[in-house]
T-cell receptor, first 115, second 108 residues
Framework: GAVVSQHPSWVICKSGTSVKIECRSL??????MFWYRQFPKQSLMLMAT?????????EQGVEKDKFLINHASLTLSTLTVTSAHPEDSSFYIC???????????FGPGTRLTVT | QKEVEQNSGPLSVPEGAIASLNCTYS??????FFWYRQYSGKSPELIMF????GDKEDGRFTAQLNKASQYVSLLIRDSQPSDSATYLC????????FGKGTRLHILP
């Protein structure tokens, strides 16, 4: 199947700092990537849809100025959590869709802990 | 609000038996349906997707779709301990909506 990577796999940062998470599609081009957040024992919550070369589309309740998304190329999307707070601690997962109607392939996730 | 409903479980199934996971969705406009497996602390992994009414088989897995009843299921034959995980159902129209998942526990 298609391979999606994320970096870093885990990060610990201090409150008030910013953290950047990278999502790459390794063996296919993804015009659209998706960013999810998952709290313990909860399902995935879509944060935003990242479109190559254009602005991301954010879900209701997600602060676009806090969660900056850049999709600069067909294989790379980045999520920057700005001015992180402890409540931002979560498992952040990206995914990329193979083709227009294909299933989503998920990256391995990034566990963010804000102290 | 578009929703995908799953029983949270845990669903306990003896090794070698058939595990049956069920899912209902609210949006009649949903066109594609997916089953993901997620191990604890890991990212979801796509198992199967189905678009048409009926059954779709892939190895030990069979996905079943009934659009009239807005119902999707996943059957796992010859269940193995390694199948123990949370299974997420998802339905897609313009967006993919995930259920909260069903925890499956295969008893050795």
């Amino acid at each position: 199947g298609a391979v999606v990577s994320q970096h870093p796999s885990w990060v610990i940062c201090k409150s008030g700092t910013s953290v950047k998470i990278e999502c790459r599609s390794l063996d296919f081009q993804a015009t659209t990537m998706f960013w999810y957040r998952q709290f313990p024992k909860q399902s995935l919550m879509l944060m935003a849809t990242s479109n190559e070369g254009s602005k991301a589309t954010y879900e209701q309740g997600v602060e676009k100025d806090k969660f900056l998304i850049n999709h600069a190329s067909l294989t790379l999307s980045t999520l920057t959590v700005t001015s992180a707070h402890p409540e931002d601690s979560s498992f952040y997962i990206c995914s990329a869709r193979l083709g227009l109607a294909g299933g989503k392939y998920f990256g391995p996730g990034t566990r963010l802990t804000v102290t | 609000q578009k929703e995908v409903e799953q029983n949270s479980g845990p669903l306990s199934v003896p090794e070698g038996a058939i595990a049956s996971l069920n899912c209902t969705y609210s949006d009649r406009g949903s066109q594609s349906f997916f089953w993901y497996r997620q191990y604890s602390g890991k990212s979801p992994e796509l198992i199967m997707f189905i678009y048409s009414n009926g059954d779709k088989e892939d190895g030990r897995f069979t996905a079943q779709l009934n659009k009239a009843s807005q119902y999707v299921s996943l059957l796992i034959r010859d269940s193995q301990p390694s199948d123990s995980a949370t299974y997420l159902c998802a339905a897609q129209d313009d967006k993919i909506i995930f259920g909260k998942g069903t925890r499956l526990h295969i008893l050795p």
